[in-house]
DNA sequence: CGGTAATTACGATGCTAATCGTAATATTGC
DNA sequence: GCAATATTACGATTAGCATCGTAATTACCG
């Protein structure tokens, strides 16, 4: 039986609590890691900032309905919940993470 | 000929830029009413909000890329992109217009 | 049990941005 | 030209938040 971290239902996601949530930069390339590593706890994340930062970025991504939280003894490895936000919102996260940088 | 103010071409759209500018509750707001009426100038749209407000919030989703303003005499009409937005981040835009407020 | 590691809680700090009020600019109509 | 209207430019204020450092908590391991 698995432990997990307090999460929003599906149903209780909201459009603009996601949005504010993925308008910081740090979270937004937090975002993008998740989607290649598939699951990584906050220590593990290859970020510039301290590990208590990332520990926040990461509660706020977990509060809006981006990410869901195992516990695992002392580590809360965190992966995006695609299932859940391409059915709350068809194409969002999808087509976050599938742009390209401007070319300007 | 049609006169338009400064806006970012197709593949200067930065993903990070607009979800920053959609990130903001009277920005949404204000994509939301453009949605429903295709165009309107900043004192048409009725918004909780100095009229000096909304000119800003309005040119912040101009310079993001989100909408594209005429200039008509005095008057600044603006509409969504959404062709534009469909075309470099397919599903975004219509995703956050199509979602539904939470049940909680 | 004692040490180490992962995470979080908390307070402080500094920066960004939302909002306002006012003034300036530009255009239309009389 | 003059008045009225739409918008913007500008400065000021204020609130929110990203970040940090440290301390506290919890779990694992020898």
């Known amino acids: 039986m698995q432990t997990w971290m307090g999460q ?17 930069p740090m979270r ?3 975002v993008r890691l ?3 590593v598939e699951e990584s706890t906050c220590t593990a994340l290859d970020l510039p900032v301290k590990v208590s930062t990332v520990s926040h970025h990461v509660n706020v991504l ?7 939280t195992r516990i695992e003894g ?3 490895p965190s992966r995006l919940r695609r299932d ?9 996260l999808s ?6 940088p401007p070319k300007a």
């Open 74 to 76: 002392t580590a809360r």
């Open 28 to 30: 937004l390339r937090i």
């Open 8 to 24: 929003p239902d599906l149903d209780e996601i909201d459009v603009a609590t996601v949005l504010q949530a993925l308008a910081d």
């Open 84 to 92: 859940d936000l391409e059915r709350r919102f068809p194409g969002l």
């Open 34 to 36: 998740l989607d290649q």
């Open 62 to 68: 977990r509060h809006s309905g981006v990410v869901s």
């Open 95 to 100: 087509s976050i993470l599938a742009a390209t």
